[in-house]
Nanobody, 124 residues
Framework: VQLQGSGGGSAEAGGSLRLACAAS????????PGWFRQAPGKEREFVAA????????HYADSVKDRFTISTDNTKSTSYLQMDNLKPEDTAVYYC??????????????????WGQGTLVTVSS
């Protein structure tokens, strides 16, 4: 599976951005999508994940009620809609694909494939 992230850029605080992650290669539905981010000088952290069926979603507390993860299996694409952005959301955002089996949505090492990262910058 190859993942191609897009949609990063700059926004003012309170604004919105939508990230997309297009998958190619093996069947997209065999993997559960997740999003992580890494701010300068900090470790990579979990942002959001959605189960294979789409029925279970997890968010980091810091983004809950502001970010929305979704998938479009017809396009093999996952999305991260980011609303009410804050300067502390500034980071490189990575999409990732978690293989089937025991699901560890918040654990980066459980994901098998990663996108190249897309930069999001939020100004105050």
């Amino acid at each position: 599976v190859q993942l191609q992230g897009s949609g990063g850029g700059s926004a003012e605080a309170g604004g919105s951005l939508r990230l997309a992650c297009a998958a190619s290669g093996r069947a997209f539905v065999s993997y559960a999508p997740g999003w992580f981010r890494q701010a300068p000088g900090k470790e990579r952290e979990f942002v959001a994940a959605i189960s294979w069926s789409g029925s279970i979603i997890h968010y980091a507390d810091s983004v809950k009620d502001r970010f929305t993860i979704s998938t479009d299996n017809t396009k093999s694409t996952s999305y991260l809609q980011m609303d009410n952005l804050k300067p502390e959301d500034t980071a490189v955002y990575y999409c990732a694909a978690h293989p089937t089996g025991q699901w560890y949505p918040k654990t980066a090492t459980a994901y098998r494939y990663w996108g190249q990262g897309t930069l999001v910058t939020v100004s105050s």
